[in-house]
């Protein structure tokens, strides 16, 4: 159903956020339209407004009075790994700490060794149905980190497989430099930044660099030196920082002009105040806090003291196997304490602007025909679901998936 023209009628409601990033109470401003239509040409939308004055179209298509919502992006994915972590989460149930496990080689190193054996149509294989579930809970934009590969050959696999993958998908490809070699980590950082950071920027493999800056990963030295590199080869950069110790890393992203800060579970006022003081969006994890049981990141208090937040699945095998970007929406609501407005904000303009994109996310003239159609007439079904998906229908530039 692409069509060079097609107007979209029937629908209950229309529900949208403002375009571009949003930050502190003009995150709960949605433009809810009843009994509306949405005109769609070239993949673009043309003309969003109330049904009665729907201008002419070649094609019409009625969507039964159910709810449209903007097509959610998911900013932050591990969707591409291999082996599982089902005897991680055993010791973790037996007691044993996410930290415990990788500083005894299990946990992210247990699936960077099968990631690194595995090859690019096997590494396709295993992720196409994840990015299928995502898909199907309404994300039309997804990210995809590397970072299972250690060894350079294994990260650029893995970035290969997202570069396949794009043909099925829509996917912003990053580049993640995850936990340190267990030797030799000071040249491990000097070759990220003068051989892989470089290579991926030529070869077009990735449109951000991200770092994990933690007490078992990455110092904000070294981070910072990685950052500069990115800066020096045209791409963005993007941190996991505050999930255990609030180490500096969300001041130096801040500082440096990081696209976003994720993760922020450790996050305290220091931090709070620096993301909502900078144009960095505070990427938020809710899968994470219920898989791992960490605290909830500090959404409520990172919204209120005017910071532009976003909410992310953080789909990977250890730390979050959520398969659905509207359950993150829906979690960021029970366990961080946002309003459903300010969810499905997090979860469209303001996770687009966490990829730097400013294209999507809203139902505005202009912006890309990304959107879903609801089972129900209600959109507040969308954040009220928990275990069902409340999305019957997927469009992706105003094409059905
Ligand atoms: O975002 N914290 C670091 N990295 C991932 C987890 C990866 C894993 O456990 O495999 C995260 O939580
Ligand atoms: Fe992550």
Same mark, same amino acid.
């Given at each position: 159903?692409?069509?060079?023209?097609?107007?979209?009628?029937?629908?209950?409601?229309?529900?949208?956020?403002?375009?571009?990033?949003?930050?502190?109470?003009?995150?709960?401003?949605?433009?809810?339209?009843? @009994?509306?239509?949405?005109?769609?040409?070239?993949?673009?939308?043309?003309?969003?407004?109330?049904?009665?004055?729907?201008?002419?179209?070649?094609?019409?298509?009625?969507?039964?009075?159910?709810?449209?919502?903007?097509?959610?992006?998911?900013?932050?994915?591990? *969707?591409?790994?291999?082996?599982?972590?089902?005897?991680?989460?055993?010791?973790?149930?037996?007691?044993?700490?996410?930290?415990?496990?990788?500083?005894?080689?299990?946990?992210?190193?247990?699936?960077?060794?099968?990631?690194?054996?595995?090859?690019?149509?096997?590494?396709?294989?295993?992720?196409?149905?994840?990015?299928?579930?995502?898909?199907?809970?309404? *994300?039309?934009?997804?990210?995809?980190?590397?970072?299972?590969?250690?060894?350079?050959?294994?990260?650029?696999?893995?970035?290969?497989?997202?570069?396949?993958?794009?043909?099925?998908?829509?996917?912003?490809?990053?580049?993640?430099?995850?936990?340190?070699?267990?030797?030799?980590?000071?040249?491990?950082?000097?070759?990220?930044?003068? @051989?892989?950071?470089?290579?991926?920027?030529?070869?077009?493999?990735?449109?951000?660099?991200?770092?994990?800056?933690?007490?078992?990963?990455?110092?904000?030295?070294?981070?910072?030196?990685?950052?500069?590199?990115?800066?020096?080869?045209?791409?963005?950069?993007?941190?996991?920082?505050?999930?255990?110790?609030?180490?500096?890393?969300?001041?130096?992203?801040?500082?440096?002009?990081?696209?976003?800060?994720?993760?922020?579970?450790?996050?305290?006022?220091?931090?709070?105040?620096?993301?909502?003081?900078?144009?960095?969006?505070?990427?938020?994890?809710?899968?994470?806090?219920?898989?791992?049981?960490?605290?909830?990141?500090?959404?409520?208090?990172?919204?209120?003291?005017?910071?532009?937040?976003?909410?992310? +699945?953080?789909?990977?095998?250890?730390?979050?196997?959520?398969?659905?970007?509207?359950?993150?929406? *829906?979690?960021?609501?029970?366990?961080?304490?946002? +309003?459903?407005?300010?969810?499905?904000?997090?979860?469209?303009?303001?996770?687009?602007?966490?990829?730097?994109?400013?294209?999507?996310?809203?139902?505005?003239?202009?912006?890309? *025909?990304?959107?879903?159609?609801?089972?129900?007439?209600?959109?507040?079904?969308?954040?009220?679901?928990?275990?069902?998906?409340?999305?019957?229908?997927?469009?992706?530039?105003?094409?059905?998936?």
């Amino acid at each position: 159903m692409s069509g060079a023209e097609t107007l979209f009628t029937n629908i209950s409601q229309l529900v949208t956020p403002r375009p571009g990033p949003q930050r502190g109470a003009a995150m709960r401003e949605l433009t809810v339209l009843e @009994d509306a239509a949405l005109l769609v040409k070239n993949g673009l939308i043309e003309w969003v407004g109330p049904a009665s004055a729907a201008p002419a179209a070649a094609q019409t298509l009625a969507l039964g009075g159910r709810a449209v919502v903007p097509g959610l992006i998911d900013p932050h994915t591990h *969707a591409v790994w291999a082996g599982d972590r089902l005897r991680d989460w055993e010791a973790k149930l037996g007691g044993a700490t996410y930290e415990e496990i990788l500083s005894r080689g299990g946990g992210i190193r247990s699936t960077m060794r099968a990631t690194a054996a595995a090859s690019v149509p096997e590494l396709v294989r295993l992720a196409r149905p994840r990015l299928g579930a995502l898909r199907d809970s309404g *994300a039309t934009t997804v990210e995809v980190k590397s970072g299972y590969g250690l060894d350079f050959d294994a990260e650029l696999r893995m970035l290969q497989a997202v570069r396949e993958l794009q043909a099925e998908f829509e996917l912003i490809p990053t580049l993640l430099i995850h936990v340190p070699p267990e030797q030799g980590r000071a040249e491990y950082v000097q070759g990220v930044c003068n @051989d892989l950071i470089p290579r991926v920027a030529r070869e077009k493999l990735a449109a951000a660099v991200d770092v994990f800056s933690e007490q078992e990963a990455f110092s904000v030295d070294e981070t910072r030196a990685m950052f500069e590199a990115a800066r020096a080869n045209g791409l963005r950069f993007k941190l996991h920082a505050d999930q255990f110790h609030a180490i500096g890393g969300t001041e130096l992203a801040c500082e440096l002009g990081a696209l976003s800060v994720d993760h922020l579970e450790a996050s305290g006022p220091a931090q709070i105040a620096a993301l909502a003081a900078s144009g960095t969006v505070a990427t938020i994890l809710p899968g994470v806090t219920l898989h791992l049981g960490l605290p909830a990141a500090p959404a409520r208090q990172l919204v209120d003291a005017g910071a532009v937040v976003a909410v992310g +699945t953080d789909l990977n095998p250890g730390s979050s196997p959520a398969f659905s970007t509207q359950l993150a929406l *829906a979690l960021a609501i029970r366990l961080n304490r946002l +309003t459903p407005a300010e969810a499905l904000t997090a979860c469209t303009v303001n996770a687009a602007a966490a990829l730097g994109l400013n294209d999507r996310g809203s139902l505005s003239a202009g912006q890309r *025909a990304d959107f879903s159609v609801l089972h129900s007439p209600d959109w507040r079904d969308l954040p009220y679901t928990l275990g069902a998906s409340p999305v019957a229908d997927v469009f992706i530039a105003g094409v059905k998936q």
